[in-house]
């Protein structure tokens, strides 16, 4: 089976937890994945909300990010979110990155999924 490589762009936070199972599924049978938060899906990556939501939707997202990153999975916030409010502290693994970073890994990928 060919390798394929799926980038999900998050825009809402509730869908987290559903993308981030999904994408350790993927990787699993031996895909690449990487997941872009943008808008209110980076809040999640964001360590202060992850102190105060400790679980969501009955998930554990700390235990969800640490399983994605093991897999191989990589996951960037939006680089214009460090600009709102008191902006982004990027929980360990993560890494900022902006529209350009995206496309090139866009137009590598078999899928793109919005999410």
Known sequence: MTNKKFVYFVS???NVPYVLKKSIEIVEQKNEVAIFFDLDGARV???RYLKRMT????VDLSLLFNLALNAGIKLY???MNVLIADGLEL????????VVT???TAYQADAVLSF
């Open 55 to 58: 679980r969501t939707h009955g």
């Open 77 to 79: 916030g939006c680089q």
């Open 12 to 14: 809402l936070s509730s």
């Open 45 to 47: 990556l964001d360590k």
């Open 102 to 104: 995206f496309l090139e």
């Open 91 to 98: 929980i360990e693994g993560a890494e900022l990155a902006g």
